[in-house]
């Protein structure tokens, strides 16, 4: 109020002076002489604060440019994620539009001022299908100059990949190729991604509002407001184990466990469709393997993302030690200067023929360094949940979630393996001991909206526990839509998963039909794909009355036949090229009438 203290206050109240000096503060002669014609021509009967509002906000602040935000999600989470910055950037006054990316027109690309692009890559470095076709735009002949975008990306991804967040980095590195300044640096996020996401949003609108001259600092971009639940990513519960059960009959040569887990008490709600975030612990015996590989006992104090602990602790709890990522082989390489690591990560081919079986006791044992405690777990990722696509309805099984484990034992160079979750749930906790979980919103795999609409489940192996789910959810909901099963799996007698419960939906007409191979059970094997080519007419038929199509189950291989088998069958039945078949599967996917969960 320096101005108005040596003019005097005048007729103005302490709130119209602070206002009026805020007002005037930083102008010149010119713009004071200009201010006083304009005071002198404006309607009298206009009172003098209503004056002094107008001109303070003509003067002082200059509207913001908008603020485009575009989303490409797998299973909803990067969808949250704009949605959130949107409001975030709503309450500090910027005007801001939501777009997946499916939906926006690159057309309008012109008209974009500053960009926030939030995306996901699929575990095969593949964008989600919402996203393919503003992504083949920017890196065709056809993209347009964009110089007169800022952006800045965040990606999402599971750094267990070879190809951790290959989309948000190819986006970003398409954007500035195309002329568009960055406001900030990209960030990728792992599974665990609250943190990251909410340090990118503060970040970014921070900048946003210092191209304006505005001064509001925004400050409410917290990690906890990513989630509306009491328990969530960020504040896990712990549920009690009711009931395990090996699904896998006496001989089977895999090992699948039915779990029950009790929610009560927690408010945790969920849908069909939605995944189950669990942590696991590494095993006691690994964890002395790689103590006795890197000569340290356990008990050095160590200090890691969750507080100060013994070595041993952390090792147990807070970091992972198989599988063996990209990420921590890169940092090794580097740590150790090692030569022969860094020829290979200049292969991606190489690094995946490196990283598979393998686990940080093989690096350490292949390439030996000299560790210091505080180094080894510097290397390592922290424990990131896995995600179990849930295999029951709350309305069924009210204050219960069940889940579908497969569990992972192999052997590779010379010792046996286990998968880092599947094993803690069968074979280091037991019925009454707590698991730790929380509920990760699927929104892009859900029943359709109509009950009546048919619905086609593709789901081998532990592929069929969210339609299991679909079924229990239209059991209580008294619904009788037409419904399909395709499930494979080894052998009939051993590996028929929830046999029973699929052979009661038939008999009461929840279930309409259901296609099973066993793979192993003739010579020549047969898979879920090849059901669905022998029925190839009827599956056609139910896709032309409108039938939504589901996969669940492994990305590398059967999600890819599956696909292949659908557009054989449309190319066929519909007598179409190969391109056109193409085109239908993408109009099914675009309209969320063919959905897949693969992992």
Known sequence: MELIKALGRGPFNDNQAEKLSEALTGLDSGQLNWLSGYFSGLDQTSSLSEMIAATSTDVVKEIPKKLTVLFGSHTGNSEALALNLATLAKENRLEVEVFDMASFKTKELK???????????????????????????????????????????????????????????DFDVILEKLGAERIIERIDCDVDYEDNAAAWQLNFLNQIKQMTSSVVTIENAS??????????????????????????????????????????????????GDALGVY?????????????????SGEEMVTTHKGEKTLYEALTDDYELTPLTKVT????????????????????????????????????????????????????????????SI???????????????????????????????????????????????????????????NPDTPIIMVGPGTGVAPFRSFM???????????????????????????????????????LTKVDVAFSRDQTEKMYVQHRMLESGKELYNWLENGA???????????????DLALKQIIQQQGGVTIEKAEEYIKKLQLSNRYQADIY
């Open 391 to 449: 295999a029951s309805a709350q309305e069924a099984v009210e204050e219960e979630v069940h889940l579908l484990v497969s569990v992972v034992r192999y052997n590779a160079f010379g010792r046996d393996r286990e998968g880092h979750c599947s094993t803690t749930l069968a074979d280091r906790l037991d019925v009454d001991d707590k698991v730790k979980i929380f509920v990760d919103k699927n929104t892009r795999f859900k029943l359709p909206k």
């Open 111 to 169: 008209k974009v001022d500053n960009l926030a692009v939030i995306v996901s890559t699929h575990g095969l470095g593949d964008p989600p299908i919402q996203a393919e076709d503003l992504y083949n735009y920017l890196h065709s002949k056809k993209a347009a100059d964009l110089s007169h975008i800022k952006f800045s990306v965040l990606a999402l991804g599971d750094s267990s990949y070879v190809d951790y967040c290959k989309t948000g980095k």
């Open 329 to 388: 082989l890169s940092k090794y390489a580097e740590l150790a200067d090692n030569g022969e690591l860094k020829n290979t990560l200049k292969d991606n081919a190489a690094v995946v023929a490196y990283l598979s079986g393998r686990d940080i006791l093989d690096l350490i044992t292949e390439a030996p360094f000299e560790f210091s405690p505080d180094t080894l777990i510097s290397i390592l990722r922290k424990n990131t949940p896995r995600m179990y």
């Open 472 to 510: 229990q959810h239209r059991e209580v909901a008294e619904k009788k839509g037409l419904s399909w099963l395709f499930f494979g799996d080894r052998n009939f007698t051993t590996d028929f998963l929830y046999q029973t419960e699929w052979q009661q939906y038939l008999k009461e007409g929840i």
């Open 280 to 296: 696991g612990t590494n095993a006691s015996q690994l964890i002395d393997q790689v103590l006795t590989a890197t000569n340290l």
């Open 223 to 272: 990690s906890d407001s990513l989630s509306p639940l009491q328990y969530s990513r960020k504040n896990l519960f712990e549920a009690t184990i009711l009931n395990k059960i090996n699904l896998n009959g006496t001989g089977s040569s895999k090992e699948t466990v039915h779990l029950e887990l009790d929610l009560g008490g927690s408010g945790i709600t969920y849908e069909p």
């Open 548 to 562: 939504h199509l589901y996969v669940c189950g492994d990305a590398t291989q059967m999600a890819k036949d599956v």
